[in-house]
């Protein structure tokens, strides 16, 4: 554990990084988790990197617990974040701090409650089957499907919306903009990846400013009505423009991250296709009972545990960044005011300090005989932590749940060539390529 924050003047700086910037800047898109590795055996769980800009990396679960839950004041998401996304997604959470992030946070809590959550699965049940009805046996990317998927749920949860014609629109543009949040040159040139991502945004824009201003004028339990109707205590509410930048976030963090768990999930089940039978078992006991698909995540035991050990493995996100708004000390060095960090989970899930062989698939760590993840309460953060945790991590769990739940019901299946199969890191955790999926209906 670690203590609260505190300065000792005494302690030297973290030393510059030996490395040239363009090694850092390779090993960053090619394989975040190896540098990491690397630089801890060499340097500890503190040390400077310059893939893009002068940052500090801090691993470990103390890390997480010091930056993330313990001085929250000390350190700024707002400011770590605007570089990347502080145009493109501006007026998300992420974007905030301080007193304006919690009127904002209690402003979108009643669109991520138990009830709402309820609806929202009820009305994507459907549309899951209809999807998965028309997968082919011999998919040649499972991860195209799997995003396909997640955004039509999105959309149909959020917006009401089942047109085709309108999802190809919301695809592409969400698509562009988050390919620009991650381009090299931030500058709005024509042609350029950034500029396309702006120009996105604003068609974005568009296609929601019509819907809003019919829910404003009609209850509607899709998650943009919720939002329309949303009071806090003293009877505020979120402008126009304040509902559609936070919709513009949101949709992009649940669709990227569900397509990029999805697609981890096959890979993870078929390479350890024992797995696979088993959530089948737990599929035969859940269907004697004839629950509703808004009661099945709530009820499937063994799937809460591969969702878990699937996210330990494949952290969606793999680093969190925040700026530093004072000087403190942490593990024998003195940090400046005013500099970049960054906590890396996808470290802490895989060291051994904290789990028992952590590159093996072992979804059975996170029963209650074993309760891996208890052995530090911040070792296991795929959803971030502290003030910041993501609003959206039941709905993720819940959904995660029923989808996987409904392809086991339908599909055994392996990935061929799953050896040679890679997965880009950034900004988010998907193959490289195609992956593709060899399915087998479970009756054949």
């Known amino acids: 554990m670690v203590k609260a924050h505190s300065i000792d003047g005494s302690l030297p700086p973290v030393p510059p990084s030996q490395s040239a910037k363009w090694r850092d800047l390779y090993e960053f898109y090619t394989d975040l988790q190896m540098a990491m590795n690397d630089r801890y055996r060499r340097h500890g769980r503190v040390f400077r990197w310059s893939p893009f800009r002068d940052i500090i990396i801090m691993l470990g679960a103390d890390a997480q617990q010091f930056v993330l839950v313990n001085n929250p004041k000390l350190f ?30 209690r402003l979108l809590m009643p669109a991520f409650r138990q009830e709402a959550l309820v609806f929202y699965l009820e009305s994507a049940a459907p549309l899951i089957d209809q999807h998965l009805d028309q997968w082919p046996l011999d998919c040649p990317d499972i991860y195209a499907r799997a995003k396909e998927l997640t955004l039509q749920i999105a959309i149909k949860v959020f917006f009401g919306i089942t047109l085709a ?30 500029q396309r991502a702006l120009r996105a945004r604003e068609q974005l824009v568009k296609l929601l400013e019509p819907l809003l201003v019919q829910r404003r004028s009609e209850v509607s339990r899709d998650m943009l009505g ?86 330990r493995l494949n952290a969606p996100l793999k680093v969190i960044p925040r700026r530093s708004l004072e000087a403190f000390s942490f593990d024998s060095f003195t940090i400046e005011a005013d500099q970049m960090i960054a906590v890396c989970p996808a470290f802490s899930h895989h060291m ?16 209650p005989e074993r309760a891996e993840h208890k052995n530090h309460p911040y070792a296991y953060m795929p959803f971030g932590g502290g003030i910041h945790l993501c609003l959206g991590q039941f709905f993720a769990e819940k959904f995660l749940s029923l989808i996987l739940f409904k392809i086991i ?13 890679r997965f880009q890191q950034v900004p988010i955790q998907i193959p490289k390529g195609r992956m593709p999926v060899r399915l087998i209906p479970t009756g054949a």
């Not at 998401?77 to 701090?97: H, S, T």
């Not at 397509?259 to 599929?283: H, M």
């Open 76 to 105: 700024s998401a707002q400011k770590a974040w605007q570089e990347n996304i502080g145009v493109l997604f501006k007026g998300g959470l992420l974007n905030r701090d301080g007193s304006d992030h919690r009127s904002h946070r």
């Open 226 to 311: 919720q939002l329309c109707q949303s009071r806090d205590e003293e009877g505020n509410s979120l402008s126009d423009h304040e509902i559609i930048d936070q919709m513009i976030f949101i949709m992009m963090a649940a669709h990227d991250t569900t397509a990029s768990t999805l697609a981890s999930l096959f890979y993870e089940l078929g390479r350890n296709t024992s797995w696979q039978l088993k959530l089948r078992r737990e599929n035969q006991e859940i269907a004697a009972r004839g629950l509703s698909p808004a009661e099945i995540p709530d009820n499937v035991e063994l799937y809460h545990y591969v969702i878990k050990e699937t996210l």
């Open 165 to 194: 014609s309108e999802l190809s629109l919301y695809n592409r543009h969400i698509t562009d903009i988050v390919a620009g949040s991650i381009a090299f040159l931030k500058t709005p040139l024509i042609g350029l990846t950034y």
């Open 409 to 421: 019901d339908r599909f055994n299946w392996r990935v061929p060539g799953w050896e040679t199969l």
């Open 352 to 367: 051994k300090e904290y789990w028992t062989e952590p590159k093996l698939f072992d979804p059975l760590r996170f029963s």
